[in-house]
């Protein structure tokens, strides 16, 4: 399963209120894939935070955020845009009228256990993994396939 960090806003991921970000790349994103909500993703050991599921991906300018997508974003309402698009450079980099992918996501319920059994093939909340087979699946959820 990809990584994606969250490195700025751990935070919002772990109290579930950001369910869109913006990322430089990630061209290949479709909507329907899981991905692990990482700490840091170029660490072995990294602290999984939640596992996402992509509902949307888009291209748009990074000066196009609108103040709905600063409160998905994880931020307090009624932050003013100028002041997410400022942090946003001052973090990932980048220039204002760069064009952006915009991905909005779901939390998988129950799914913040992947940390927690490292051994596993799959996340035994729901038994998803994008390499099990569908009798594999209902082998993990213990019903016959």
């Known amino acids: ?22 990322r430089h790349g990630w061209v290949h994103l479709e909507p329907g894939t899981l991905l692990l ?27 196009d955020v609108t103040p709905e997508d600063v409160v998905a974003e994880g931020w307090p309402a009624g932050t003013p845009v100028e002041d997410f698009v400022t942090e946003f450079l001052r973090a990932i980099g980048g220039e204002r009228g760069d064009k952006v992918r915009r991905v909005e996501f779901r939390f998988v319920p129950g799914c913040t256990c992947p940390a927690l059994f490292p051994d596993q093939r799959t996340c035994p909340a729901c038994a998803r993994w994008p390499r099990l087979s569908p009798k594999e699946r209902a082998m993990v959820r213990g019903r016959a396939a």
Do not use: C, D, Y
């Open 37 to 63: 909500a990482v700490a840091a993703a170029r660490r072995p050991n990294a602290e999984v935070l939640r596992v996402i599921e992509v509902v949307s991906v888009r291209s748009e300018r990074l000066e």
């Open 1 to 22: 399963m990809m990584r994606m960090t969250f490195k700025h806003t751990r935070v919002q991921i772990l109290a579930g209120t950001k369910t869109v970000t913006r």
